[in-house]
């Protein structure tokens, strides 16, 4: 996730975590989760019982239609893609695993990253099952929920840099030097990222039997956008999907840079000043000043014709407690940001009565 550039003038503070479900799961493959692990084993059949855990464990979460929320937003067909049934209660999951799995099967002993929470966890998680060394890079003055969870996993905690995005150069300049696995969004590893997160597009496919008219999707870096932007370019070039959904870009209102750049409607997305941030307990999932997948995201909404908005802390309480309320669903007030951004866009434009989707993550703690 996204920081601020200086935290001097902050308390260190708790950013607003998902809750895991990772005892249960661990319970759950408690029969499989020693084998990929034992290095005893020949490498195979490490790797194949990895993608057991992979295939019974990611992915495959919850779309339901959500009509109390279609009477309250006034448009009709919405379906919640409710990410909190991965194991870490985010979407994050789908690329840990997806790059513990890669370096499992190229012989890597170490995987390092630069975190502010959530993706900490679930790659932590996903490296303990492999026999994989993980070391975790957190801002210096920043403080998580989820350190105590992340060290029980084996992880190694590093406090080096004043901000997230340094965070992320320092540990992949040592994955460079040690010859480590760079689990840091960008970089070499953005095409497994990307299909990782294509496959949200697939489910979303797979129980709709077409693309929606759009998909809002809550924005940071902006990888998750932009994977979900893939995977449904690869369905309509396959002829799977009669079209390309609309993309919605949803974060915290002047704070993200992806929806910024769409607002100010600039042709690349352009990082934001990090002194004028300010951070809450809300927002702090979407914040930052430079999202690092961010012109990807930012074309994506552009040619998809779909369209960027932001979202106040008090919008995403609000959100948060009507989709508890009316849908049952227990949900990060950061991740109702896409959802916002639609909800919005109906003051101006009206909408067809066709089928929208909007993304959501894990329950807080």
């Not at 379906?79 to 979407?91: A, C, I, M, R």
């Not at 870009?249 to 990090?274: M, R, Y």
Request: net charge neutral.
């Amino acid at each position: 996730m996204g920081d601020i550039a200086n935290r001097d003038w902050i308390m260190p503070m708790l950013g607003e975590d998902a809750s895991s479900s990772f005892s249960t799961v661990l319970d759950e493959i408690r029969e499989q989760k020693l084998l990929p692990s034992d290095k005893n084993l020949p490498l195979k059949q490490r790797v194949e019982m990895y993608e057991d855990i992979i295939a019974s464990e990611v992915g495959d979460t919850l779309l339901v239609r959500a009509r109390n929320i279609e009477r309250e937003i006034k448009l009709r067909q919405v379906y919640l893609k409710f990410e909190g049934g991965n194991p870490s209660g985010t979407q994050k999951d789908r690329i840990a695993f997806a790059q513990v799995h890669d370096a499992l099967r190229r012989e890597y002993e170490t995987i390092i990253l630069a975190t502010c929470g959530n993706y900490g966890s679930a790659v932590s998680f996903a490296a303990s099952l492999a026999g994989i060394k993980c070391r975790i890079y957190i801002p210096e003055n920043y403080r998580t929920r989820r350190e105590d969870e992340i060290r029980s996993f084996g992880a190694e905690i590093i406090r080096a840099g004043r901000y997230y995005e340094e965070s992320v150069l320092i540990s992949s300049q040592e994955a460079v030097e040690r010859d480590y696995y760079n689990a840091n969004p960008g970089g070499v590893n953005i095409s497994l990222q990307m299909q990782a997160y294509s496959q949200i597009a697939e489910e979303i496919f797979d129980e709709l039997r077409d693309a929606p008219y759009a998909v809002a999707v809550p924005v940071s870096n902006g990888t998750t956008l932009a994977g979900i932007y893939r995977g449904f370019i690869n369905l309509y070039r396959r002829g799977k999907t009669s079209r390309i959904p609309r993309i919605i870009a949803g974060s915290t209102s002047k704070k993200n840079p992806i929806v910024a750049s769409f607002l100010h409607k600039l042709p690349h997305c352009e990082d934001l000043n990090p002194n004028k941030l300010r951070e809450s307990r809300i927002n702090e999932p979407l914040i930052n000043w430079h999202s690092i997948d961010g012109d990807t995201a930012l074309q994506a909404v552009y040619s998809s014709k779909g369209w960027a908005g932001d979202a106040s802390d008090k919008m995403m309480k609000q959100y948060a407690r009507l989709i508890k309320e009316k849908e049952g669903i227990s949900t990060l007030p950061a991740s109702t940001a896409g959802l916002i951004a639609l909800s919005k866009h109906l003051a101006n434009e009206d909408l067809p009565g066709d089928r929208y989707v909007a993304i959501f993550t894990g329950r807080s703690v």
